[in-house]
């Protein structure tokens, strides 16, 4: 990887959109220590170290701190991930955007480019507005009249939406996906504190040097084991039958169709993280009396128990072959292969081609999705055993993270290949 950096650098068009890539991150970081107005930042750290186990804490994680900290950019691209979540499932059940998405070509990606933008700014208010209801319950606001909510609201709303400016930005003018790589800086920013802990624990006694061994192994271990998964894919090889048009004769060669292991990537793990964590976050706000239902409800899902580490299983295998089926049509790419004379060796055009990509596609799905249950729950099962509290390794961030990076460094190759290409005649 840094050696693929260092080639790119050496081309002047390519160092232009790496520095341009650089210099927006930094501008990104710096928004994180702009904070909004009539919030004791101080007071908010506090209460936000007792919401570690909720989703606040996992946002914040994914966020590099801003929601701890009330900056600017606290919502991050939270607002225009799930924004662009909601177009891709309305595109499954209107017709007419999906006309539009296939049919309409660069005009009908620009407009639904623009009614992305539009619904994110609506998420943003929702979201501002709730975190907006979250900072006075938590009495951490200096002023609490109508104008210093209004202004509160508008500011993270703002702050959203220049950090979505931002991410389109980066994806036009720098070299790979502006949100992917704003998500990866959150979460590498936490990465130089979370070192220092580490050590600090070793030196200080309160961390055994084993146990501080134990941590790094394993952070590499999921790295690797990330890696490969990532890169894996299953290869469903596919003939073209030849045809004679004219005096030219077309097909015959042999191709495949790639499916990759990881096809849904971490969408289901944040989905089911998300929901696994509603009762932990509700009790956060509304504290149930000891003993009651309602307590022993909300004591049986925390986190790292075991009905919390069932339901996140299940959950993040249906959120999987949910996403699969929804990016991932054997009907269409059979009747696909069938008009341009392609065709699966051993199965005929048609049914038996779509059912056999669908039997494929279930078995790779299965592995995908038994892939992010072991890089999630692990974790959440070793820091149960006696001695190893507190020593997970939060998975969904380095899935983000070595995700990020492989297809950041394939896009930088791409534009290297580009450039280098000297084509058929020379």
């Known amino acids: 990887m840094f050696e693929t950096v260092r080639n790119a650098w050496k081309i002047p068009e390519l160092r232009k959109k790496l520095i341009f890539v650089i210099v927006a991150m930094v501008v990104f970081r710096f928004g994180h220590s702009i904070y909004v107005p009539y919030v004791d930042t101080k007071a908010l750290a506090t209460q936000f170290a007792a919401l570690s186990s909720t989703i606040l804490g996992y946002f914040n994680i994914l966020s ?4 701890s900290q009330a900056s600017v950019f606290a919502l991050s691209v939270y607002p225009y991930i799930n924004s662009s979540i909601i177009m891709q499932l309305l595109q499954v059940a209107i017709p007419a955007l999906e006309r539009l998405a296939r049919e309409g070509g660069e005009e009908g990606r620009k407009k639904i480019a623009s009614i992305t933008r539009y619904v994110t700014i609506g998420i943003s208010l929702v979201m501002g507005y709730s975190y907006y209801v979250l900072l006075k319950s938590q009495h951490v606001l200096t002023r609490t009249d109508l104008w210093s909510g209004i202004v509160i609201v508008l500011t993270f709303v703002a702050g959203s939406s220049f950090v979505m400016w931002l991410g389109e930005q980066i994806t036009d003018k720098g070299v790979g996906n502006g949100v992917s790589l704003i998500l990866f800086v959150g979460i590498v920013s936490r990465g130089p504190s979370a070192a220092l802990s580490l050590v600090y624990g070793v030196m200080g006694g309160t961390l055994a040097i084993w146990k501080a061994i134990f941590i790094v192994a394993l952070f590499v271990a999921i790295i690797a084991f990330i890696v490969f998964i990532t890169n894996a894919e299953r290869r469903i090889p596919v003939q073209y039958a030849k045809r004679v048009v004219g005096r030219k004769q077309y097909g015959g060669q042999s191709t495949h169709l790639p499916m990759k292991v990881n096809m849904a990537g971490v969408m ?47 959950l993040i295998f249906g959120f999987a072959y949910f996403y699969a ?35 494929v596609l279930n078995k790779v799905t299965l592995m995908g999705a038994m892939f992010l249950a072991i890089v999630a729950v692990l974790p959440l099962i070793i820091s149960n055993i006696k001695g190893l509290e507190g020593l997970a390794v939060g998975g969904t961030s380095v899935i983000i993270m070595v995700g990020v990076a492989l297809e950041t460094v394939k896009a930088i190759e791409n534009q290297m290949l580009m450039r280098h290409y000297r084509g058929f005649l020379e």
């Open 268 to 314: 289901p793990v944040i989905f089911a993280s998300t929901i696994v964590t509603v009762p932990s976050t509700i009790a956060a706000f509304f504290t149930p009396a000891e003993g009651s239902f309602w307590d022993s409800f909300v004591g049986a899902f925390s986190q790292g128990s075991p009905l919390y580490i069932i339901v996140y299983l299940l």
């Open 325 to 359: 089926a929804i990016q991932f049509n054997p009907i269409e790419i059979a009747n696909n292969l069938k008009n341009n004379g392609g065709f699966i060796p051993g199965f005929r055009p048609g049914r038996p081609t779509s059912d056999f990509i669908a039997k």
């Open 64 to 67: 590099g701190g801003g929601l």
